[in-house]
């Protein structure tokens, strides 16, 4: 998965443009993006939405966060239309994955979903404490299945308003956590999933921040809109020159299993340099996952 795009799951008009614009995945939203007054039917549209073009492309719904009291409602909403996965956003640590793992687990029970078929995205960021947190994530389960960061929500936390440069840069508290959540997914054993650039009709900084986040090892980026789609898209899939490189990266270890260091093109490659090179070549095979 490369892109994912969120849509507000109120908005009809979104959600049929959304399926069209190539994104891997869609985030359907409950949260943030949809008003106090539109909860209840958004939760409606999303189950409907969900169970008809489930088939198409992983769709992911993000939820009402542990604390708002709207969160057992939402789920219990779109279980049983069987989403690819849940986003909880406010996640505060692995223990909350491990809680919204045992709700899953009774309503996949009341609706006849074999259990453990909806995974879990948290947005792992987004406040002060949670960045703590970042190492509890490794014994959050196996329903843990990507961990995502984002800035907007952590500058409210701490009560800042701006949370980038002049030169739009992220300030240091959210490269810090931007980073955590790179090293605590790797940790866990799960892809990182690069925040939203909200300057949507900056498509050049999109392109920037995307290529750091692909050269920083993240394996995806959240989009709000559907141009961020194919700049994204590109940023994330290996070019013909790295498949080129792991394909030979591979056959030099194949050719000499007997050597863990080697020589190629003048320079020294390693175990590193081996599963750099199977990764490059598992993304480049693989931009969608299998929805079986
Ligand atoms: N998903 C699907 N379609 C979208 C979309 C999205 N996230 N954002 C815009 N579109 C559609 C619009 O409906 C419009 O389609 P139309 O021409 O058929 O009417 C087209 O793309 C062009 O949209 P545009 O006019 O450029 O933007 P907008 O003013 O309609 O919307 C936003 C701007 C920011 C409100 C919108 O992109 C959005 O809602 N993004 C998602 C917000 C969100 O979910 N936030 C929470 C996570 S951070
Ligand atoms: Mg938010």
């Known amino acids: 998965m490369r892109s994912l795009l969120f849509v507000p799951a109120h908005d009809a008009r979104k959600l ?3 399926l069209d614009c190539g994104a891997d995945a869609l985030i359907i ?4 993006a949809v008003p106090e007054a539109h909860k209840a039917q958004a939760r409606g549209r999303c189950a409907e939405f969900v169970s008809a073009h489930r088939a198409r492309l992983p769709l992911i719904v993000r939820v009402n966060a542990l604390d708002t009291g709207l969160l057992l409602d939402d789920l219990a909403a779109v279980v049983r239309a069987q989403p690819f996965g849940i986003m909880l956003p406010k996640c505060t640590s692995g223990r909350d994955v491990a809680l919204v793992d045992s709700y899953l687990a009774a309503l996949e029970a009341r609706d006849g979903v074999p259990r453990g078929t909806l995974r879990i ?3 792992v960021t987004e406040s002060a404490a949670a960045l703590f947190e970042m190492s509890s994530y490794a014994q959050a389960g196996p329903r843990l299945h990507a961990m995502m960061w984002g800035g907007e929500d952590l500058a409210a936390d701490v009560g800042t308003v701006a949370n980038r440069r002049a030169d739009g840069r992220y300030t240091a508290p959210y490269e810090l956590a ?3 959540t ?3 997914a790797t940790g866990a054993q799960v892809p990182a999933i690069d925040a939203v650039y909200t300057n949507f ?5 999109l392109k920037a921040e995307s290529a750091d986040a692909v ?3 993240f394996s995806a980026k959240a989009a709000i809109h559907p141009d961020q789609v194919g700049p994204i898209n590109a940023a994330f899939t290996p070019s013909p020159a790295d498949v080129a490189w792991a394909t030979r990266v591979i056959a030099a270890f194949s050719a000499t299993p007997e050597k863990g260091a ?3 093109d003048g320079k020294m490659l390693d175990r590193p340099h081996h599963r750099s090179a199977q990764r490059v070549l598992a993304r480049a095979a693989t931009p969608t996952p299998d929805l079986s």
């Open 16 to 18: 049929a443009k959304g």
């Open 29 to 32: 939203d409950l949260e943030d």
């Open 121 to 123: 995205l948290p947005i």
């Open 178 to 180: 931007r980073s955590l």
């Open 182 to 184: 790179l090293l605590g």
């Open 201 to 205: 009709r900056d498509p050049e900084g």
């Open 215 to 217: 050269r920083d090892g």
């Open 262 to 264: 080697l020589v190629l």
